[in-house]
């Protein structure tokens, strides 16, 4: 396998799902942003928008909308990462869903290079699409999460990552 700083950022990032209290700084945040906003999107549309969010209240809010009373004490589906950056499209846009993921994928990996963790976060979309969270998501009009990422410094090592399937490509030559 050949051996450079971009496969070795992919190889090597992981969920993180621990992170430390500390928030990340202004410049990474930036960079992260950055390098999401090269990701491809359908048609180069860029129809896709960001809601950084920093502030535990709203998040906590989010967790309540999602899982109601089922939220057990000390659940948290962010992981009380500091920074979760929430990704939205248009609600009718063909390939908002896709647009929203090649976003997340760039910020998992630019962190991972900035030596952040991340892990990406579905379990709580029905509670980012609450109507009283998606009013305060500063979203354009007719736009939806489609997904989220967890941003901080990890608290410890991720775990190993699980050995590869064997069976899952497919040549045709
Ligand atoms: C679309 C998508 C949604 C995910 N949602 C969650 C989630 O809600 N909570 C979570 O802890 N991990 C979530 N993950 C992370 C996966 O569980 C994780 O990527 C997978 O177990 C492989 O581990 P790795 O990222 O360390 O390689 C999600 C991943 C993807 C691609």
Do not use: W
């Amino acid at each position: 396998m050949s051996q450079n700083r971009v496969m070795e950022t992919l190889l090597e990032r992981r969920s993180v799902r621990a992170y430390r209290s500390e928030q990340i700084s202004e410049e990474e945040l930036t960079d992260i942003l950055h390098a999401a906003k090269y990701a491809p999107t359908a048609r180069g549309l860029q129809a896709r928008h960001f809601t950084v969010i920093q502030n535990k209240q709203f998040i906590a809010e989010i967790v309540f909308a999602a899982k109601g009373n089922s939220v057990n004490d000390g659940e948290a589906p962010f992981y009380n990462a500091p920074t979760m950056i929430v990704l939205s499209a248009p609600q009718d846009a063909k390939y908002g869903r896709e647009d929203c993921a090649c976003a997340i994928m760039n910020i998992m990996l630019a962190a991972q290079a900035l030596g952040l963790g991340t892990c990406y976060i579905c379990s709580v979309l029905n509670g980012l699409r609450d109507a009283g969270i998606l009013s305060r998501l500063k979203l354009p009009e007719g736009y939806i999460p489609f997904g989220s990422v967890a941003v901080g410094y990890p608290k410890e090592h991720a775990p190993a990552p699980k050995e590869r399937r064997t069976d899952d490509i497919s040549y045709i030559r």
